[in-house]
T-cell receptor, first 110, second 115 residues
Framework: ELKVEQNPLFLSMQEGKNYTIYCNYS?????LYWYRQDPGKSLESLFV?????AVKQEGRLMASLDTKARLSTLHITAAVHDLSATYFC??????????FGGGTRLMVKP | DGGITQSPKYLFRKEGQNVTLSCEQN?????MYWYRQDPGQGLRLIYY???????QKGDIAEGYSVSREKKESFPLTVTSAQKNPTAFYLC??????????????FGNGTRLTVT
């Protein structure tokens, strides 16, 4: 059974600081997604990572995938309040069958 | 604009009643999914369908039922057998599994409260 673990579960940080969210998974996969969810809202796709060593960047967010280590990271650079949300990683293990991590709730304080 | 429409946004039901959540997509996607989200937790897969008239159980299918009579529609029924139905339900769709760079597209969700 595929297990996906994110850490930390909760992250409170000051604006302007950098931080990394980690996503570990238990079985082989070369497809991983990052989503953002605002309170009470749906999930918005952020990144699709399709191969070992893949790196994607959008604004202050950068995601990477190491399939050998079964690890993905979401790095936040110079955080701003608008990045406050819950971030989920999801691992594809059977062709669009996603298993989600428990989420990382990010709060960026002014 | 293409997208996924879930209705209603909020739903209140008495214990023991069946309730059906609607999900419609106009993205021409082959696959559709139902996920459940509990407060402070990740998403868990209830059912999925990759083609019309076919669907499979996910990780937590007990107490739920679905149908896929049309490509664009995938309604979810929460039956009285579901022991803890209060949750946020999200419908999603995607292109056929061969499209590796296609993420799931999610609807805006239905928040079900059963008392």
């Amino acid at each position: 059974e595929l297990k996906v673990e994110q850490n930390p579960l909760f992250l409170s940080m000051q604006e302007g600081k950098n931080y990394t969210i980690y996503c570990n998974y238990s079985t082989t996969s070369d497809r991983l997604y990052w989503y953002r969810q605002d309170p009470g809202k749906s999930l918005e796709s952020l990144f699709v990572l399709l191969s070992n060593g893949a790196v994607k960047q959008e604004g202050r967010l950068m995601a990477s995938l190491d399939t050998k280590a079964r690890l993905s990271t979401l790095h936040i650079t110079a955080a701003v309040h608008d990045l406050s949300a819950t971030y989920f990683c999801a691992v594809d293990h059977a062709g669009n069958m996603l298993t989600f991590g428990g989420g990382t709730r990010l709060m960026v304080k002014p | 604009d293409g997208g996924i429409t879930q209705s209603p946004k909020y739903l209140f039901r008495k214990e023991g009643q069946n309730v059906t959540l609607s999900c419609e997509q106009n993205l021409n996607h082959d696959a559709m999914y139902w996920y459940r989200q509990d407060p402070g937790q990740g998403l868990r897969l209830i059912y999925y369908s990759q083609i019309v008239n076919d669907f499979q159980k996910g990780d937590i299918a007990e107490g739920y039922s679905v149908s896929r009579e049309k490509k664009e529609s995938f309604p979810l029924t929460v039956t009285s057998a579901q022991k803890n139905p209060t949750a946020f339900y999200l419908c999603a769709s995607s292109t056929y599994r061969g499209a590796r760079n296609s993420p799931l597209h999610f609807g805006n969700g239905t928040r079900l409260t059963v008392t």
